[in-house]
């Protein structure tokens, strides 16, 4: 960020940056600021797309311990900081409160606020339960087992169980993250925590994302397999490859998706299409790789077939 920033702050401008930088200003090699700013943009989404895509972003939150991240050996440890975890419900509450209608709970107090006055995370699953033998122990620090208790709410059932949580605090609460769990007759299960942490993380996709987009239109996924958003990860990292190799700049793109409606609204550019008839839609075989037939004609695809959108940030260049 800090090379990055330097494009920016000296373009136009080398003479001056001769005498700052003693002739070692190779880096800085723009002549206007229309012109550094997208070209800057575009190289840090490309560096996002390198280290952090979308499918990593997600395969990180949906870890089975997300403070800590022991679940892999990719060198990633986790949040670690609950304030960032506890923002995130922040804004993820914001969010469910922006879609209702209730005007007492149409707005929130400024983070910092409300932090003074007392939310905390709250694990639905106890940390501290008799019984851990069945699967919910595994989820006890994953996203989708978090939520926040407002100032109001009542914290000292924190170490009951679901049914005992929910008639003592969860009833009673005004936020809206609570009111979306289950009812006490259908209990909590480790099937509807990893739900809602899906839940959770295509909000943050679509609160932090924004940025360059592949789009793969699939007509077909390979049978018995259970799509999940990182199970399509090596597709994703095939995509992103066969882009940078025909990109001038080398961009690496941050968010490859793949759905089985079509690509909709403007900005959207065939990258690749089927060779034999034109269509961008493609039935997948394989989730190790790009293994991919036409769904019209049934060509067989070498190459991934996509369409391409620059983020607002990049429509400049």
């Not at 003693?22 to 989404?45: H, M, V, W, Y």
């Not at 797309?49 to 990719?74: A, K, Q, V």
């Not at 209730?102 to 339960?129: M, V, Y």
């Not at 919910?136 to 049914?163: C, F, H, K, W």
């Amino acid at each position: 960020m800090q090379r990055h920033g330097y494009w920016i702050e000296w373009a136009g401008r080398s003479d001056h940056a001769n005498k700052i930088f003693d002739g070692q200003q190779s880096a800085l090699k723009f002549n206007t600021l229309n012109e550094a700013a997208p070209k800057t943009c575009k190289r840090i989404e490309s560096e996002i797309g390198d280290n952090c895509p979308d499918t990593y972003f997600m395969d990180c939150l949906l870890r089975e311990d997300i403070f800590d991240g022991t679940d892999r050996n990719d060198g990633w440890t986790g949040v670690r900081d609950n304030e960032v975890i506890r923002y995130l419900l922040y804004k993820y509450e914001a969010h469910l409160r922006g879609k209702g209608s209730r005007d007492d709970l149409s707005q929130l107090p400024q983070f910092s606020q409300w932090k003074s006055e007392g939310i905390t995370i709250e694990h639905i699953h106890p940390q501290s339960a008799e019984d851990d033998s069945t699967d919910l122990a595994e989820t006890i620090d994953t996203l989708g087992n978090l939520v926040l208790l407002g100032p109001r709410d009542n914290a000292g059932a924190s170490n009951m169980q679901y049914e005992e949580k929910y008639e003592d605090t969860y009833s009673e609460s005004k936020m809206e993250m609570i009111n979306e769990l289950p009812d006490p007759e259908d209990g909590w299960s480790r099937e509807k925590a990893n739900d809602r942490a899906l839940q959770i993380v295509r909000f943050a996709l679509q609160e932090w994302g924004g940025m360059s987009t592949a789009h793969v239109h699939v007509q077909e996924m390979p049978d018995d397999v259970k799509i999940t958003p990182t199970i399509l990860r090596d597709i994703a990292h095939e995509v992103r490859n066969y882009h940078q190799e025909r990109d001038d700049d080398g961009f690496t793109i941050p968010s490859v998706r793949f759905q089985q409606e079509r690509a909709t609204g403007s900005g959207w550019v065939t990258m690749n299409n089927c060779p034999r008839c034109d269509a961008t839609v493609v039935d997948l075989h394989s989730l190790e790789g790009w293994e991919a037939e036409c769904s019209g004609c049934e060509t067989n695809l070498k190459d991934p077939v996509y369409k391409f959108r620059q983020s607002e940030y990049l429509n400049a260049i």
